[in-house]
């Protein structure tokens, strides 16, 4: 079957780094997303990775890995505004978005 | 780029009536539209494939008579919630998918629906 694991909540301080980790299995594999959600609103689109490697977008960079199955979002200097929901999604061979349950991160001052 | 509106924002009403829901993607053109349900504190959940010019394609547990979808043009897709009971109250939230790799989703910014 197809799944997608990340943790449920963390925890950080403002102005640390915090790396939210993400597998997935899926059935056949065109790419991988984050997406920020607050309370109450919908998904934003965050970054995307279909080949090996660190994508760096200013504070936020995105890492893949397809042998392991692995990706992670890494946030820099985190702000209060940075707590948020973060959900990871892998694209599947018929491009359907296979979603991970979202990993809700808390910001502490 | 790339935004979608859903309307209206926020519904409330009453028990055995219809809803029905707007998604446009206002700028880019979208074969292809997603339906997701949300309940609080819990993850997205997709209801349905909304394909322009097709019918849509349920997800399991998902009463296509119930949720009727309607993806009349390239940048409209909507969402009839009919014959609505209490718990069919959720966030109801569209995407639109780009038409071309890597085919990412944009979202709309949701309906919550209330039904007394």
């Known amino acids: 079957g197809q799944n997608i694991d990340q943790p449920t909540e963390m925890t950080a301080t403002e102005g640390a780094i915090v790396q939210i980790n993400c597998t997935y299995q899926?059935?056949?594999?065109?790419?991988l997303f984050w997406y920020q959600q607050h309370a109450g609103e919908a998904p934003t689109f965050l970054s995307y990775?279909?080949l090996d490697g660190l994508e760096e977008k200013g504070r936020f960079s995105s890492f893949l890995s397809r042998s392991k199955g692995y990706s992670y979002l890494l946030l820099k200097e985190l702000q209060m505004k940075d707590s948020a929901s973060y959900l990871c999604?892998?694209?599947?061979?018929?491009?359907?978005?296979?979603w991970g349950a979202g990993t809700k991160l808390i910001i502490k001052p | 780029g790339a935004v979608v509106s859903q309307h209206p924002s926020r519904v409330i009403c009453k028990s055995g009536t219809s809803v029905k829901i707007e998604c446009r993607s206002l700028?880019?053109?979208?074969?292809?539209m997603f339906w997701y349900r949300q309940f609080p504190k819990q993850s997205l959940m997709l209801m349905a494939t909304?394909?322009?010019?097709?019918?849509?394609?349920?997800e399991q547990g998902v009463e296509k008579d119930k949720f009727l979808i309607n993806h009349a043009s390239l940048t409209l897709s909507t969402l009839t919630v009919t014959s609505a009971h209490p718990e069919d109250s959720s966030f109801y939230i569209c995407?639109?998918?780009?038409?071309?790799?890597?085919?990412?989703?944009?979202f709309g910014p949701g309906t919550r629906l209330t039904v007394t």
């Open positions: 995407s639109a998918r780009l038409d071309r790799e890597p085919y990412e989703q944009y």
């Open positions: 700028d880019f053109q979208a074969t292809t």
């Open positions: 909304s394909n322009e010019g097709s019918k849509a394609t349920y």
């Open positions: 899926t059935s056949g594999f065109n790419g």
């Open positions: 990775n279909v």
């Open positions: 999604a892998a694209l599947d061979s018929n491009y359907q978005l296979i």
